[in-house]
């Protein structure tokens, strides 16, 4: 169950969410019809500046010593790593849109942003879970594609909720957060985005 837990950590791993969440709204939404080498630019783009860039930073961290792990096990780890990443995020976001893509796709950029910036104050005080901010980040963007375009496939909504699940069970199984911390970041990511989304869509 420990390995199992492992892997599930790895493969959902809060940075590979914004990746993840742009292959889903171009597979489900009117985005579908763009040519294959649009979407592979873009979503290459998501992935430099939200896994790559916060990735090679948090190496750099570790190997000057200045975080103890690459896992941010310690809450205290977490400040700075949250800081860069929140930078690449709205970099990425202005990057996307001097390319024109819909503010709707950026809103959910943004939405993750500001569930990090929640979740670094929220740090502080309290080990709030960025594994669970990012599922629910993701859970925001599949809602937000099958209320407003219904493209999304009902097995695909409940594998990412049984996903979603099975990450905050192997959190809490690897002692690396409580339920309570758990429920909350779910809330945080899903929230933020869900709501950034929904209000560009109204407005836009």
């Not at 940075?15 to 709204?25: D, Q």
């Not at 310690?74 to 893509?101: E, H, W």
Request: proline content about 3%; overall charge positive; some cysteine.
């Amino acid at each position: 169950m420990k390995i199992i837990s492992h892997i599930l950590s790895f493969i959902f791993h809060p940075l590979l969410m914004p990746v993840l969440s742009f292959a889903l709204m171009f597979k489900d939404s009117y985005l579908n019809v763009m040519p294959m080498y649009y979407k592979s630019m873009i979503t290459s783009i998501v992935g430099v500046f939200t896994l790559v860039i916060p990735c090679l930073f948090i190496f750099l961290l570790k190997i000057l010593k200045v975080i103890s792990s690459v896992s941010l096990y310690n809450r205290k780890d977490r400040m700075i790593p949250y800081l860069i990443t929140i930078l690449s995020y709205f970099t990425c976001a202005i990057t996307l849109y001097k390319l024109r893509v819909p503010l709707w796709m950026l809103s959910m950029l943004i939405g993750a942003a500001l569930a990090l910036i929640n979740a670094m104050f929220i740090t502080m005080k309290w080990k709030i879970s960025a594994h669970a901010t990012g599922m629910g980040g993701m859970m925001g963007a599949v809602i937000y594609l099958f209320i407003v375009f219904g493209a999304v496939p009902l097995w695909l909504l409940s594998l990412v909720i049984l996903a979603s699940g099975a990450v905050g069970t192997a959190r809490i199984y690897l002692n690396c957060h409580t339920f309570g911390q758990v429920i909350a970041g779910y809330a945080n990511g899903l929230g933020w985005v869900l709501l950034l989304m929904m209000i560009t869509s109204y407005f836009g």
